[in-house]
């Protein structure tokens, strides 16, 4: 099965039902999947005028009660920067995928690339926080995406399937099972004022139609929904929480995979390149190379990098210029090396080799 | 129940200005969502950005106040993901036709099942007065100085063009007249399109001589004629004034329709 | 034992396609491991496609094609972009009736293109041919494995004529002679 058909299968599996998007290279089998299956299970399949209204209609679909998901690449990504910001400041559940190709701009529509991985994080404008998950093989674009469905509808933010076009367009044998786990948004009691969280930071969701008669806006609102845009302590107090409720959870919401600890010489990937680096592992089993592997990249897990204590390097492979390679180093003492590797190709396993000698 | 029974009190007084034509609006569109019998947790207010959009947040139902031109592909997505729930989209010339534009015809096109209620001010009222999409030919506003040298568009044209089910035009002025249509635009299965011209004092009226509140809407009576009208004198040969405001139902049709309750 | 698969010619052969038949065989009916990739540009007709399948009895780690063993080439663009460097124990099948060069590696010339036309009327089969005479040249997948793999994957209605196109292709590899 196809990468992007598996994201698909995953999302429906999760019990998707509403896709809302536009098409565009890479992701498109994505929504043509979506099409196809969504009708047969009761769901609502849409293609809008452009990404802007794809993420739009999802917002709207997920205010019902939805399980709702658009998916796209980078110029389409782009686009739906601003209504993100909405999704962030609304708290509203929802997956976006993104099958990454090469930019800036129209770029390489039919090409790898990992060059959005701080887009996804940072783009819209505001302080913010969201999860990125980031599947290396067919598989886990099924695994994943129901991964995303559960950690949206958990801590109410956007959530990203921050794929690249190696991995969505590559077909690989996959188990798909008989069925997933399923965490439902917390439901808003009666009575409550809508947007007052509690211990954990997320308030119980009012799904419109129940009666709860909430005003939901991007602007700052107080815990009744309400705008009050002019007040610092209000806003500060509403962004902290947007932020901390996904930030003081990363260390719960991490996952990643850890081969030979007590590696000098680590990787740490995400994405396709994870594939070289597990093929370098292979062929040399006694040089005892390091391997740290993020299933979610956002938010950063930084703890994972404790997990090799004896580390004099970490080497980074990328389909980009060192994205990830920087949040790294804000993390640690010793040399972070980028391995920047884009244009569409992906790391060869003798470029690694090569790297790993460098610091033998 | 009457329209103050879906006014949501506690967020009183709102913020429209002194003589703002809005709040006239805002109570046609209630009356006529009352009269229609709705339920109120089974109707939804949708809205943009602009002076228009801040009138869900006075309405006791669930109301989703979204980005600058967008309120028409959030309410598709809530339309289409439940048609059970009635969507109401409260918007403004700038929000629907300058950036919000290319969502305004395609959702005509889809003819989704959405009643559209745009306050054409014919500027940007909450930004300070700059020119819209609808700003007339010579209006002053604060990014038309000289007065505006482009076309305005003609919003009714552009939804019955575009596909819309049910399109009418009326005025602050005419308050009976636009709850009949807006009530009839409820009814309409697919996309229904009611554009309310109203008097913004603080934006365009100060700086094209409407110098009293009621001025622009005594222009708004006097200029108005209904499209019948015009439609006779233009089969008769006669002419119809430059700086006629046509009113009235311009659209009553039934192409299928997207979204609408099963 | 891996196996390194690399298919070539223009847009609108079904070079991917084939691809993906030749990895369905693998995995659904052979019970190994295949990974499927592709390179191709935004021209939906023409151009350089190239795609490749890597076949292994273990999970297949590094998902891309780095040196292969088997070539299916079916064009001389194609060739010169994807099949010039064939290192020499490899195995090339090649469209005899569009290709005119010839690599330094063990190859086998099938005229699929041409037979495809003359003997069954649609050129659009070709690549069928070539995925027949491939499974016989190489048995990189068994024959039964790749007949059922091609009948999930062509459209409905042409089943017949695609497996007579397996079938010629099956016969011209035993006739044709590996140079």
């Not at chain 1, 996959?174 to 809508?194: F, H, M, N």
């Not at chain 1, 292979?282 to 040089?287: F, S």
């Not at chain 2, 399109?167 to 636009?178: A, D, F, G, P």
């Amino acid at each position: 099965m196809q990468g992007n058909t598996a994201c698909a299968e995953g999302a429906l599996a999760a019990g998707c039902r509403f896709f809302g998007g536009y098409p565009i290279t890479p992701s498109t089998e994505v929504a043509e999947h979506m099409a196809a299956k969504l009708p047969r299970v009761g769901g609502v399949f849409i293609q809008m005028e452009d990404e802007i209204a794809g993420i739009a209609s999802v917002i709207g679909a997920s205010w019902t009660g939805a399980r709702a998901m658009t998916a796209t690449s980078g110029p389409g990504f782009s686009l739906m920067m601003e209504n993100i910001g909405f999704a962030v400041m609304t708290e509203t559940p929802c997956v976006l995928v993104n099958i990454q190709r090469g930019g800036p701009s129209t770029g390489q529509p039919t090409m790898s690339a990992q060059a959005d991985m701080l887009q996804c994080r940072f783009g819209s404008h505001g302080d913010y926080s969201i999860i990125a998950l980031s599947p290396a093989s067919v598989q886990e674009m099924f695994e994943l995406t129901v991964d995303a469905f559960n950690l949206a509808d958990r801590f109410r933010v956007p959530v990203f399937l921050m794929a690249d076009e190696i991995i969505g367009h590559m077909r690989e044998r996959i188990e798909i099972p008989d069925s997933v786990p399923r965490e439902e948004r917390k439901i808003l009691p009666k009575g409550t004022p809508p947007f007052r969280a509690d211990e954990g930071m997320i308030p119980g969701f009012p799904q419109f139609g129940k009666g709860y008669g909430v005003h939901v806006t991007g602007l700052t609102h107080d815990e009744r929904g309400y705008p009050c845009a002019t007040s610092p302590s209000l806003h500060e107090d509403l962004v902290k929480r947007l932020v901390a409720k996904v930030e003081s959870a990363r260390h719960e919401i991490a996952d990643y995979r850890v081969t030979n600890p007590e590696a000098e010489v680590v990787f740490i990937t995400y994405g396709s390149p994870a594939r070289t680096v597990e093929q370098v592992l292979h062929d040399h089993p006694d040089e005892r190379i390091g391997h740290l592997r993020f299933r979610v990249v956002w938010p950063f897990p930084e703890k994972a990098l404790d997990k090799f204590p004896d580390a004099k390097v970490f080497l980074v492979p990328e389909q980009n210029l060192g994205q990830i390679a920087r949040e790294i180093e804000r993390h640690t003492c010793i040399p972070v090396v980028p391995l920047p590797r884009f244009g569409g190709a992906l790391h060869t396993p003798a470029e690694l080799e090569k790297a790993v000698e460098a610091w033998r | 129940m009457t329209y103050s029974d879906w006014l949501r009190v506690d967020r009183l007084p709102h913020i429209y200005c002194a003589g703002c034509g809005n709040g006239t609006v805002i109570n046609c569109t209630l009356n006529a969502v009352d009269r229609m019998g709705w339920k109120k947790e089974e109707t939804v207010f949708v809205s943009g950005i602009g002076c228009s959009s801040r009138a869900p947040g006075y309405i006791v139902t669930d109301s989703l106040h979204t980005t600058h031109g967008r309120a028409l592909a959030f309410a598709t997505g809530i339309k289409m993901a439940n048609p059970e729930l009635h969507v109401v989209v409260f918007t403004g010339d700038g929000d629907l036709a300058a950036i919000g534009g290319n969502h305004f015809i395609h959702s005509c096109r889809r003819n989704i099942d959405l009643t559209v209620v745009c306050m054409n001010n014919q500027i940007y009222g909450m930004t300070g007065g700059q020119g819209s999409p609808t700003t007339p030919r010579g209006a002053l506003s604060t990014t038309t100085p000289y007065g505006s040298q482009e076309p305005a568009f003609d919003l009714c044209e552009l939804a019955s063009a575009a596909g819309a089910n049910f399109v009418s035009r009326w005025t602050s002025y005419h308050v009976k007249e636009l709850t009949r249509s807006i009530h009839q635009g409820l009814g309409v299965p697919g996309f229904s399109f009611i554009e309310a011209l109203v008097q913004c004092p603080t934006n365009y009226g100060r700086r094209n001589k409407f110098r009293q509140v009621m001025d622009q809407v005594e222009y708004f009576k006097t200029h108005g004629i209904l499209v019948q009208k015009a439609h006779r004198l233009r089969d008769e040969g006669l002419p119809i004034p430059a700086d006629a405001i046509l009113l009235g139902d311009m659209v009553r049709r039934d192409r299928p329709a997207m979204g609408v309750k099963r | 034992m891996r196996h390194e698969v690399r298919f070539s010619g223009f847009g609108g052969q079904g070079i991917i396609l084939s691809a993906v038949i030749l990895g369905r065989a693998a995995v659904m009916y052979d019970g190994n491991y295949a990974v499927q990739t592709q390179v191709y540009g935004p021209e939906a007709r023409g151009g350089a496609s190239m795609s490749a399948v890597i076949i292994d009895d273990e999970p297949i780690l590094y998902p891309k094609v780095t040196d292969p063993d088997i070539f299916v080439i079916m064009s001389q663009e194609g060739y010169e972009k994807y099949g010039v460097h064939a290192k020499e124990n490899a195995m090339m099948v090649l469209d005899s009736s569009l290709v005119h060069s010839r690599p330094a590696c063990r190859y086998i010339e099938i005229p699929a293109t041409r037979e495809a036309k003359q003997t069954l009327g649609r050129d659009i089969v070709a690549n069928i041919i070539m995925l027949g005479a491939l499974v016989k040249v190489t048995r990189v997948v068994r024959e039964e494995a790749i007949e059922k793999a091609i009948l999930d994957s062509v459209p409905k209605g042409t089943e017949s004529l695609n497996l007579k196109a397996m079938k010629l292709g099956f016969e011209l590899a035993e006739k044709g002679k590996i140079q």
